[in-house]
């Protein structure tokens, strides 16, 4: 091997581990900003059942960690949409995660499975104990959890 085509896999290794350094680091945030959210909206409601719980109503408030903010918009480290809404059967409030990769579903519907009333991932509730049923449901390059 010569000294060029050593170089060229060091560089091609340091940009996998970079890459992946990204990628856990993308999940990691996203994980801190959902626990912002959700806390933040559990506050602004608190003794209502959370009426006109919108996108809108949450960025007026000044409730959306700034990770999310992408402009008029809420968006996730991904690009995906980030959607809040009322869930007014069961009187509480989703927040949906869109164009997840597949790795990262595979972690963020395993993520503080106590603090959540429920988890579904393309549509799937799953159990956030069985990760089998989840790798199941994170088949997509990109999922909506």
Known sequence: MSILETVGA??????????????KSNVATTEQNLVLLRMQTQQLFFGTNYDNLDNDVAMSAGIVPKAFLKGDSMKNAWGGDVTLA???????????????????????ARFQPDSWESISVNGTVVDPTDVGAIAGAC???SSLI
């Open 86 to 108: 009322n869930d007014a059967d069961n009187g509480q409030f989703s927040i949906t995660l869109d164009n997840v990769p597949q790795d990262a579903c595979m972690q963020l």
């Open 10 to 23: 060091l560089i091609v290794s340091l940009l996998l581990i970079a890459a992946a350094a990204f990628g």
């Open 139 to 141: 088949t997509a390059a």
